[in-house]
């Protein structure tokens, strides 16, 4: 199996698997006796998997001339390309959709961002939203694969923070399988390791839901959106879902795969208690999100009798928890809003807490995740870079603790960190001033743009005073922020190497 995957070309391969995959809908609008549905998604089936094999066949024994260049290139390749395969079916399935919409709807699922253009979810048949989360699904595995087999060994996609040498036990084994292995080798490896890995946990989110409450078809839907952090819902959201709070509290345990690779990659023989113990990524998220829970807390506190708000015990637990689940959410752009958020507002008193999620979501999640945002890893390097220099104002001549590998972290991976935010800021100013000329006002601007760069499309509801429709923008803005996705999903470094002659050569 690893040698079959190996001799095809990454892009064919992901054509073949957005063919297969539309069986999935057209079965389940079988089930549903929804034959419109059935017969478009099974036609589009056909008619792409005839495509795909044309195309294997006449790549067939290819060998490709960049090896890791060539797979980066073919990732953004899949990411502009791949969704206009993607919106075929969806645009027949939806009376009225226009190509540009179609391709939107699949760019935001296959970047995991979950930005729709149809804000009432029933206007869409159910098959329908089971394609959307598939889409979803499918771009959340594909980015666990891609930051392993190609961006790792690049040194691109937050890797670069660790530099040469000094990377954790596990990341530092995955990337001597790097340098012993060929590109297309190392690709099907990591492809037989995730895919099943991915599925069952998704499998076992979708079961837990179920006997939670839920029906099974939202759960479903539910789950690849948690592993896939696309925050894509049937219903609109968990906030709507009928689990409860049981059902929160699986979805944010799940949740925590999108904190740190080290949850689901660890070297052979290394004991899963240590990740807790070792991984900053984690460790600083998590704290993160407890500082701001307690902060929200203590406002009230500060606050009390002012508002007559219920201070009671319960609504403290409800409202504790709302932060922690949608601070959560949030932080790993998944963008799901808790059941108790409104406790959660009403408790804190806040005008505008949107912004304190805007800020978590340009944070974003771990290292090679499906979460997007300036990742934990660098926002940790540049906090140990501003402890070290605080330190040395008191000590001048005192040496860095914690071995050669803290230091490291702090002097070229705190600048290399420092750089991409800039860039980051720069991307988030460049789409603002784009969807102005398109006639969006600034504070929506900025919400859209930092929707689309972090991949967190639900927040253009929460993030704003009132809450934004994708529905009422333009063509020419949908398409600046659909590229703003991609840009988003594979990071400004990456393009950037692309673009740089040196990355070429050989």
Request: charged content about 10%; aromatic content about 10%; glycine content about 10%.
């Amino acid at each position: 199996m690893a040698g079959f995957l190996s001799r095809r070309p990454f892009f064919v391969l992901l054509m073949g698997l957005g063919a297969l995959a539309m069986i999935v809908p057209a079965v389940h609008a079988r089930v549903v006796e929804d034959y419109e549905s059935m017969r478009i998604f099974f036609y589009g089936f056909l008619l792409f998997s005839v495509i795909t094999l044309f195309v294997a066949l006449a790549t067939e024994g290819h060998q490709p001339r960049f090896g890791l260049r060539g797979l980066l290139v073919s990732l953004l390749a899949a990411f502009v390309f791949l969704p206009i395969m993607l919106a075929i079916p969806f645009i027949e399935a939806v009376p009225g959709t226009r190509l540009i919409d179609g391709w939107f709807e699949m760019v935001s699922g296959f970047t995991t961002t979950g930005a729709t253009l149809w804000d009432n979810p029933r206007s869409l048949p159910r098959s329908v939203h089971l394609w959307r989360s598939l889409v979803g699904w499918m771009g959340g595995l594909l980015m666990w694969i891609a930051a392993m087999a190609v961006l790792l060994p690049l040194n691109l996609g937050g890797f670069e923070v660790y530099q040469q040498g000094t990377a954790e036990a596990g990341e530092d084994h995955h990337a001597r399988i790097g340098s012993s292995v060929e590109p297309p080798e190392r690709l099907a490896r990591y492809i037989l390791r995730f895919v099943p890995l991915y599925t069952g946990l998704t499998l076992l989110l979708w079961l837990g839901l179920t006997v939670a409450g839920e029906v099974p078809f939202v759960a479903l839907c539910h789950a690849m959106a948690t592993l896939s952090t696309s925050g894509i819902s049937p219903v609109g959201g968990i906030y709507y879902s009928s689990a409860g709070i049981a059902g929160e509290v699986m979805i944010a345990l799940f949740l925590l795969f999108a904190l740190s690779h080290l949850t689901f990659t660890r070297a052979p023989g290394e004991d899963p208690r240590s990740v807790v113990t070792r991984d900053a990524e984690l460790r600083f998220g998590l704290t993160l999100i407890g500082l701001l829970t307690l902060a929200l807390l203590a406002r009230h506190v500060f606050e009390m009798g002012s508002d007559g708000a219920d201070s009671s015990a319960l609504t403290a637990l409800a409202a504790a928890w709302g932060g922690v689940f949608t601070f959560l959410s949030f932080m790993t752009t998944a963008g799901f809003e808790s059941s108790q958020w409104p406790v959660t507002q009403s408790w804190s008193g806040l005008s505008t807490p949107g912004l304190i999620l805007v800020g978590l979501t340009v944070i974003g999640g771990g290292v090679a995740t499906t979460a997007g945002g300036i990742k934990l890893l660098r926002v940790y390097a540049l906090y140990k870079h501003s402890q070290r220099e605080l330190q040395r104002l008191v000590h001048p001549s005192s040496v860095g603790g914690a071995g050669a590998h803290a230091r490291r972290i702090r002097r070229q991976g705190a600048q290399i960190a420092w750089i991409f935010f800039m860039i980051f800021a720069m991307s988030i100013a460049g789409v603002m001033v784009l969807l102005s000329l398109t006639g969006v006002q600034f504070e929506t601007a900025m919400v859209l743009a930092v929707s689309a760069l972090s991949t967190t499309g639900p927040l253009a509801v929460v993030g704003a005073e009132d809450p934004i429709s994708y529905a009422g923008l333009t063509d020419l803005s949908k398409t600046v922020l659909a590229l703003a996705m991609i840009l988003g999903r594979l990071e400004a470094l990456a393009i950037i190497a692309l673009l740089n002659p040196e990355f070429w050569r050989r």
